[in-house]
Structure formats: C-alpha cells, structure tokens
C-alpha cells in the first residue's frame, strides 16, 4: 500500500477504526513508531503523513507529521471509449487500466452490446480506490456512457479506431483517444460510419477479447 484514502486525512490525529484498522494492523502488520501515508478524496493531491502513536485491539491512533503537495499521473492522457460489454469482464481489467495511468472511459452502447449489461458506477469507482491506494495514483479516472458510437464520434472526431486493419499499432504511436468495441466487433453499419476515422490493428494473429486489448492498447501507448 502506497498511501490510505481516509475523510480524515489533513487532521492533527486520527484514529483508525474497523475495516481501515484491520487492514493496516492484522495484515500490513503496521507498528507502533511506524510511518503512514494518507489522502482525502476531495483533495488527493495532498500527501499527509503521519506516526503511529498506540495502537490497541479495536483502534489505532496517530498523529501528523507534514503535509505536502504530491502528484502521481501518467505522463500522457489517454480516453477510451469502450463499447459495453460484461461488467465482471470490466471489473477484471479496471484496476490494470487504473495502474497504467487511463484517464478516463466513455462507455458505448453500440449496436451488438448487449442491452441488459448495467454498469454500476459506485462499484467501479471503490475498485478504483483500492487500486489507487495500492499503485499511488492520485488522478481519479473518469467514466461517462454514450448510447451510440455516432455521438461520440462526432463529439470527438479526432478518435482513433481499433478494428481488423492493415496498419499495426507501431511502439513510438502517440494518440490520446481510442474506440474498442464490444465481443463480435462493429456492426456492418457501424463500419460503415467509422470509414473516416484512422484505423488500426496489434501486431498479433490472435484474436484478443475486447478487455484484453483494452489492456494491450493501453500499456503501448502509455508506458
């Protein structure tokens, strides 16, 4: 663990209680004397760390020692916009796409999503949280939901688009914005809209399932 996220965070002490204080105690095996680094969510800029002071059976207690302003983002911006597919499919590469520095995931319903996938937002964001204490992130990535791929395109036409191609994704490629769809592709009519956009494929024979090139496109272009 990097850094805790506590509501607390910025305060002269602080005592840490339940899941937090089972966490660090029973299986970080944090100690008295020892050091400890916290945000708050409303202003995770601010690294604060503290000391541990006592810690009991049902709590620990500690106090602050300095708080500083410390960034950690990915070097680059990078927006995908993720044709919707299973949740659990999602929520298996989320904290992957976190570690890897996305920005932010517009998801789309297009045309071969399948309609009943409902994406919880809330759950997404407390996987988030959990990777960001474990990688350090201090930038919260964005999520939005599109009904179409023609809406997004046309709100941001400089998108790029992976699909079968002759052009292969090259190591030195520099993009901020990318489309991937969902299990089986793009539909025939979908095809046809994104005729204009730059298209591209990954220098592989196989066939990746929709996560797992999310995952591949994003390590190339941001590390």
């Not at 202003?43 to 500690?62: A, C, F, G, R, V």
């Not at 309609?115 to 990777?131: G, I, P, Q, T, V």
Request: charged share 25%; hydrophobic share 40%.
């Amino acid at each position: 663990m990097i850094y805790l996220l506590n509501d607390d965070a910025g305060k002269e002490n602080i005592t840490l209680k339940s899941e937090q204080y089972k966490y660090v105690v029973k299986v970080l095996r944090y100690q008295v004397s020892q050091l400890l680094f916290l945000r708050e969510k409303n202003s995770i800029e601010m690294l604060h760390t503290y000391k541990i002071t006592d810690i009991s059976p049902k709590n620990l207690q500690m106090t602050l020692l300095s708080s500083e302003e410390k960034i950690l983002k990915a070097t680059q911006e990078l927006h995908i916009a993720w044709c919707v597919i299973d949740s659990k499919s999602i929520e298996k590469v989320l904290p992957s796409l976190n570690e890897l520095g996305v920005s932010k995931i517009s998801f789309i319903y297009c045309d071969r999503s399948q309609k009943n996938f409902k994406l919880d937002f809330k759950r997404f964001n407390r996987l988030l949280e959990a990777s960001m204490q474990q990688c350090g992130r201090t930038q919260i990535m964005e999520f939005d939901i599109y009904n179409n791929i023609a809406s997004f395109i046309n709100q941001f036409p400089d998108t790029k688009v992976f699909d079968f191609s002759d052009t292969i994704l090259q190591g030195d490629a520099q993009f901020n914005r990318v489309l991937i769809g969902c299990e089986g592709g793009f539909s025939n009519q979908e095809k046809e809209f994104l005729k204009k956009q730059e298209v591209f494929r990954l220098n592989t024979l196989m066939v990746l399932r929709s996560e797992n090139a999310t995952v591949a496109i994003a390590s190339k272009i941001l590390l």
